[in-house]
């Protein structure tokens, strides 16, 4: 059997095999398995449809692939995800400081664009708006030499109740909840307390700034928060 040809960084990608590798990923938090179900659910494509892309990748270098215990990102593949990456979110920072558009719309337009943006453009962007660190959501921006902050945090849901914390990131992919957490007042950079949790599964009640309110845990967990005694000094 011939040995996989590895991508080199000068070569393109198409647009599905960079969703590919971006949603494997983030399943994986960077270096662990994602089985087919799951990049399947996530792209929002039927599972049978993942085989002869994940064969491909594997073939290019990109995957490491095993029958039934799922891929893995190489680190040709783990480099190219966080190019997807980074484009991407730079896209989002550079679309809301310098043009203006809203956090809940940001990511709908860099979906679009991230695939036809050259490396070259998306540094020119960056530099524009001061080289920013994270975009919109709190979601860490890669380097142009490909390393990332992936420190993990705990979700607002699991925060003890009497504990406090700054929300460094929100899911970004839906418009609704992000208009929503924006009413609220939910946003990176914000201070909360939690300070009471109803019994199965019922209202987590918060003090956010100045008012009070309640949301339900499947809000907030998708809503990270630093506990304030670990934050050490991180940009939220």
């Not at 059997?1 to 969703?19: C, F, H, I, K, N």
């Not at 849901?157 to 460094?168: C, K, P, T």
């Amino acid at each position: 059997m011939s040995a996989a040809r590895e991508v080199t960084e000068t070569e393109t990608l198409s647009g599905p095999a960079e969703d590919y590798l971006k949603a494997i990923y983030a399943i994986g938090k960077g270096t662990g398995p994602a089985a087919t179900n799951e990049i399947a659910q996530r792209l929002a494509i039927a599972p049978a449809s993942v085989s002869g892309m994940v064969r491909r990748l594997a073939d290019q270098g990109l995957l490491a692939y095993e029958r039934y215990h799922g891929v893995k990102l190489t680190e040709s593949g783990r480099r190219a995800a966080l190019r997807t990456l980074r484009r991407h979110r730079v896209i989002e920072a550079y679309l809301s400081q310098a043009l203006g558009y809203p956090w809940d719309r940001v990511h709908v337009e860099a979906e679009r664009l991230e695939h036809a943006a050259s490396d070259e453009l998306v540094d020119r962007m960056a530099a524009t708006i001061g080289e920013p660190e994270v975009d919109p959501h709190g979601a860490p921006i890669p380097t142009r030499e490909g390393s990332v902050d992936e420190t993990e945090y705990t979700s607002l849901a699991q925060l003890d109740v009497g504990a406090s914390g700054v929300v460094v990131r929100v899911s970004d992919e839906d418009p609704e909840m992000l208009r929503y957490l924006a009413e609220l007042s939910i946003l990176p950079g914000k201070k909360v307390t939690v300070k009471s949790r109803a019994p199965y599964d019922g209202p987590i009640t918060l003090s956010v700034g100045r008012q009070e309110l309640s949301i339900g845990p499947a809000l907030a967990a998708n809503v990270l928060i630093a506990p304030l005694a670990d934050r050490g000094g991180r940009r939220g």
